[in-house]
């Protein structure tokens, strides 16, 4: 298992990137010490690339497709033509590797528009296994996993959340894309410690790290009489989640770490100031 695993994460991106999206393509094409981006999968066309992002690859930054509806955690089995589009993705950008979520997004033929959790049952696990492997026949490259944000836990869960997510690993071969915005967004709606979850994971099987904000949902509905927080990638990068990156990478080697935003993109100037808080805290390098 462990020559699996080298070679899952052995051509992984280093370093502070921001995930490319075509509202700040002017953004990133300006970034002097950018090395790596990451696109969602879904929002590209294999055969007609976006020009700036053709333009990256052309100036050697490496592209890392990331799918949101393969629904690996879904019982229906994956669909080849989307494991098709992905791969499609991967060969088109000449990705080291490519990543998605365990998480399910489809049941019954309807599409839920969500990334929805899993029960953290035996029995999902070997619905995940056999999706992922599945998918990984098809890929030209290694896939990593994603655990995704949850606002909702099944109830009767068999495994705890780093058991579930380390026996897929463990079964599939997969590298780890760890959120480390969702370690802390489960950690607080369930009132636990997110370093308890760190300490926990198989951290050497990262091949890259997500940082993101996030904001409480009105009114209380959540443990303890708090309000939820939300995984929205809207908001600024909070301080808890930059001190979550300093404590991971006090825990192994810094891992690369991409900053996600999807929406309410601020001046540059403050997308800067967010890159560098996170490099700060890694201990990595400035890219501004």
Same mark, same amino acid.
């Given at each position: 298992m462990a020559a699996v695993v080298a070679a899952a994460v052995a051509d992984q991106p280093a370093g502070v990137a921001i995930g490319w999206r075509p509202e700040i393509a002017g953004y990133l094409a300006g970034l002097?010490? @950018?090395?790596?981006t990451e696109v969602v999968a879904e929002a590209l066309d294999p055969g007609d690339l976006p020009a700036a992002l053709a333009d990256l690859r052309r100036r050697g930054v490496a592209v890392v497709p990331h799918g949101v509806r393969l629904s690996l955690g879904g019982t229906d089995p994956v669909d080849p033509a989307r494991v098709a589009h992905l791969a499609g993705c991967a060969e088109a950008l000449?990705?080291?590797?490519? #990543?998605?979520?365990?998480?399910?997004?489809?049941?019954g033929g309807v599409e839920a528009g969500h990334l929805l959790p899993l029960p953290r049952s035996r029995e999902a696990v070997e619905v995940?296994? +056999?999706? &992922?492997?599945?998918?990984?026949?098809?890929?030209p490259v290694p896939l990593a996993l994603e655990p995704i944000a949850a606002l909702f836990d099944w109830p009767d869960d068999e495994l705890t959340e780093a058991q579930f997510l380390t026996e897929i690993l463990d079964r599939t071969g997969a590298a780890l894309l760890l959120d480390i915005a969702n370690?802390?967004?489960?950690?607080?709606?369930?009132?636990e410690q997110p370093s308890e979850l760190l300490d926990a994971l198989p951290l050497e099987r990262i091949a890259y790290v997500h940082v993101a904000g996030g904001a409480e949902a009105g009114g209380v509905d959540g443990p303890a009489g708090r309000a939820?927080?939300?995984?929205?990638?809207?908001?600024?990068?909070?301080?808890? &989640? @930059?001190?979550?990156?300093?404590?991971? #990478?006090?825990?192994? !080697?810094?891992?690369?770490? @991409?900053? !996600?935003?999807?929406?309410?993109?601020? +001046?540059?100037?403050?997308?800067?100031? !967010? @890159?560098?808080a996170i490099a700060d805290a890694a201990g990595h390098p400035r890219i501004t």
């Open positions: 002097p010490g @950018l090395g790596w000449a990705a080291p590797l490519v #990543s998605e979520h365990i998480a399910f997004v489809r049941a995940v296994v +056999a999706n &992922v492997r599945r998918t990984q026949a098809d890929l370690v802390y967004a489960n950690a607080r709606n369930r009132a939820l927080y939300h995984d929205t990638h809207t908001d600024p990068t909070p301080p808890a &989640v @930059l001190d979550l990156v300093a404590q991971l #990478s006090a825990r192994r !080697e810094p891992p690369a770490l @991409l900053l !996600e935003r999807d929406g309410h993109y601020p +001046a540059a100037a403050a997308l800067t100031a !967010e @890159l560098d």
